[in-house]
């Protein structure tokens, strides 16, 4: 498997902050938005104002690009929250945090999600003991995720955990040894959710 990068950087200047799209690199002087902060293209000294629906489009994007999903998907996942009980912003992201790609990456055996993905696709994660190649699976609390017992699994997320300066999130546990696991402690909750986003413009703009 070839190196994979990701989305590229410019979305994170054109957001102004940081997306982590770019896996290890954004940990580091290279990323393209320490760089150059500034947005790609032809540098102005007065940016147009957003006006309000532009500001909820561009959160909603943001959670796009962040956890890698299509507008489909992303509709479909917010149609469950709002269906659920409780904050219907709350449930949206815990769902998005649940997908199996987004936790084999913040597990750190994978560079970034598209790198997670590519590792789900292509069998080398295991879940409860059992192959799943669905990147957008959601696990449940108690599930077991492990990097597949065959070399070429192994040396891919070896390599990556030598590199990754993350920590894994409270509501996951890692256990480092000759196979790579990790347990889901239980569901993610709003103060896990990585991606900075204020959620009640995107409930704002999908709601109506």
């Known amino acids: 498997m070839g190196r994979i990068t990701g989305p ?3 979305l994170c200047r054109r957001d102004g902050l940081k997306l982590f799209l770019k896996g290890n690199r ?12 500034a947005p790609p293209g032809v540098i102005q000294k007065r940016r147009p104002k957003s006006t309000d629906y ?4 561009r959160e909603k994007q943001k959670v796009k690009h962040y956890y890698g999903v299509l507008e489909r998907q992303f509709r ?19 769902l998005l945090e649940r997908r199996l790609d987004n936790v084999v990456h913040r597990f750190g055996f994978a560079a970034s999600r598209a790198a997670a993905r590519q590792l789900i696709m292509h069998g080398h994660i295991t879940l409860n003991g059992h192959r799943v190649d669905i990147p ?3 696990v449940q609390a108690g599930d077991l995720v492990r990097v597949k017992n065959r070399a070429k699994s192994l ?9 990754s300066r993350r920590e894994v999130p409270d509501f996951l546990s890692r256990a480092e040894g000759a196979i790579p696991e990790g ?6 909750a709003s103060e896990d959710v990585s991606v900075p986003v204020q959620v009640s413009l995107i409930i704002e703009l999908c709601s109506k």
């Not at 532009?54 to 489009?57: D, T």
């Not at 040396?155 to 590199?163: N, R």
Request: charged share 25%.
């Open 26 to 37: 954004c940990d580091t002087p290279k990323c393209a938005f320490e760089r150059r902060p």
């Open 183 to 188: 347990r889901v402690d239980r569901l993610p």
């Open 8 to 10: 590229v950087c410019r």
């Open 76 to 94: 479909t996942y917010f149609a469950r929250a709002a269906r659920g009980k409780g904050n219907t912003g709350e449930a949206l992201l815990s």
């Open 136 to 138: 957008s699976h959601l």
């Open 54 to 57: 532009g500001l909820r489009l």
């Open 155 to 163: 040396q891919l997320v070896h390599a990556t955990l030598s590199e």
